[in-house]
Structures are given as structure tokens and as C-alpha cells.
């Protein structure tokens, strides 16, 4: 688990009996084959084993949505430094997401 970086939110998770993998296919059977896989390369614990946003936007189930001439992507990562503040309460949080969300989107 090195890839959980807060002390806190490892040994929460340490504290925790492991799961076994849903069955996607039971829980949404009128989903395709093609949307079950894409769910279960998105749906990974690890995020270094998970699907990245391009592997994501390539997957078959995709297809008819995805044009990459018209997708730009951000050259630079997203700064969420904020988060790591432990002094912030869910409000806050809630006040910040949504201060960046009118940011870029001004007219929600």
C-alpha cells in the first residue's frame, strides 16, 4: 500500500478485512461485455494498475464518443495541493471543489 501516501488513511486502511472483487457482470446485467471491462480497468484499488484517462478514452466501449482532435489535454498536472491540508473540515472542501468548479465553469 506505498502508494496510499497519508499515514492516517494507511493505517485506517491496514484496520480493514479485504474484499473480494464484485462481479460486475451480477451487479449490472444489462451492461455489455465492452462497459464491464472498461468498469473493471477503472475500478482498481492500486492506481498504478488502473486504467489511465487515455487508456480509458481508447478502450472499445468508447469508441463512439472519443475523438482525440477534438479532446485538448492539459500538458501541466493539476495542482491539489490543498488537499493535504488536515486542518480543513468537509465544508471547506465542499467551498474549495466548488470555488474551482465556478472557476472554470462560471455559469454553474
Do not use: G
Not at 51 to 56: F, K, S
Request: with cysteine; proline share 8%; net charge negative.
Amino acid at each position: 500500500m506505498s502508494f496510499v501516501t497519508n499515514e492516517k488513511a494507511r493505517n485506517y486502511l491496514k484496520t480493514m478485512k479485504p474484499k473480494p472483487r464484485k462481479n460486475f457482470a451480477q451487479m449490472f446485467p444489462n451492461a455489455s461485455p465492452l462497459a464491464l471491462r472498461l468498469l473493471q480497468r477503472m475500478l482498481v484499488f492500486d492506481p498504478r494498475e488502473r486504467c489511465t484517462v487515455d487508456e480509458a478514452l481508447d478502450h472499445p466501449y468508447l469508441a463512439a464518443l472519443h475523438d482525440p482532435d477534438d479532446e485538448p489535454a492539459s500538458h501541466t498536472a493539476f495542482d491539489f495541493d490543498w488537499e493535504k491540508d488536515e486542518h480543513l473540515d468537509e465544508h471547506m472542501y465542499r467551498r474549495l471543489v466548488a470555488d474551482e468548479i465556478r472557476f472554470y465553469c462560471p455559469d454553474t
